[in-house]
Antibody, heavy 116, light 107 residues
Framework: EVQLLESGGGLVQPGGSLRISCAAS????????MNWVRQAPGKGLEWVSSISGNSGGTYYADSVQGRFTISRDKSKNTLYLQMNSLRVEDTAVYYC?????????WGQGTMVTVSS | AIQLTQSPSSLSASVGDRVTITCRAS??????LAWYQQKPGKAPKLLIY???TLESGVPSRFSGSGSGTDFTLTITSLQPEDFATYYCQQFNSYLFSFGQGTKLEIK
């Protein structure tokens, strides 16, 4: 079964850091582009970052550029999002999703709360 | 960045109705448009990609159309499980973006 499972969310203070993970199974992780999409409480979807399949090129929304870093460990079939200099407005459910452009498989999400 | 504007933001309809949601892009995006359905507390689900191609397993009452900057999602004969929030998304450039969402509620 194709599956994505996020973990690592939690409560962090403004200015702090957090790394969230997404474990993939049931498909060839190394050749697929992967993405992070977030949803603030009661709000819509916001694309955050993408990493291409083979070249490993990375892309970021303006709102997180310079603060967040997307990466992947192909040996562990795991996608990461390192989040630094966190702000209150980064509070959201973070979803990982598969594929370039059209997100066909989604995880269940992990909640990140930035608050003092 | 390409902006997507959906209308309406919310919509009330009855089981059996036909509804249409529109999505307008701030610039041309060719056919790089997808539609997602999201139910409360759940992850989004891909319904349609490349404007009009139905994802596997999605009922045929869902359809998409459009080109350039104007796109539509149509649901014919609404079913109880269709009441949800719908989002359009563009992938014409690598700075992907979503519309603000359309909440479809039971009348």
């Amino acid at each position: 079964e194709v599956q994505l499972l996020e973990s690592g969310g939690g409560l962090v203070q403004p200015g702090g850091s957090l790394r969230i993970s997404c474990a993939a199974s049931g498909f060839t992780f190394s050749s697929n582009a992967m993405n992070w999409v977030r949803q603030a409480p009661g709000k819509g979807l916001e694309w955050v970052s993408s990493i291409s399949g083979n070249s490993g090129g990375t892309y970021y929304a303006d709102s997180v550029q310079g603060r967040f870093t997307i990466s992947r460990d192909k040996s562990k079939n795991t996608l990461y999002l390192q989040m630094n200099s966190l702000r209150v407005e980064d509070t959201a459910v973070y979803y990982c999703a598969r594929n370039w452009g059209t997100f066909d498989i989604w995880g269940q999400g992990t909640m990140v709360t930035v608050s003092s | 960045a390409i902006q997507l504007t959906q209308s309406p933001s919310s919509l009330s309809a009855s089981v059996g109705d036909r509804v249409t949601i529109t999505c307008r892009a701030s610039q041309g995006i060719s056919s790089a448009l997808a539609w997602y359905q999201q139910k409360p507390g759940k992850a989004p689900k891909l319904l349609i990609y490349d404007v009009s191609t139905l994802e596997s397993g999605v009922p045929s009452r869902f359809s998409g159309s459009g080109s350039g900057t104007d796109f539509t999602l149509t649901i014919t004969s609404l079913q109880p499980e269709d009441f949800a929030t719908y989002y359009c998304q563009q992938f014409n450039s690598y700075l992907f973006s979503f519309g603000q969402g359309t909440k479809l509620e039971i009348k």
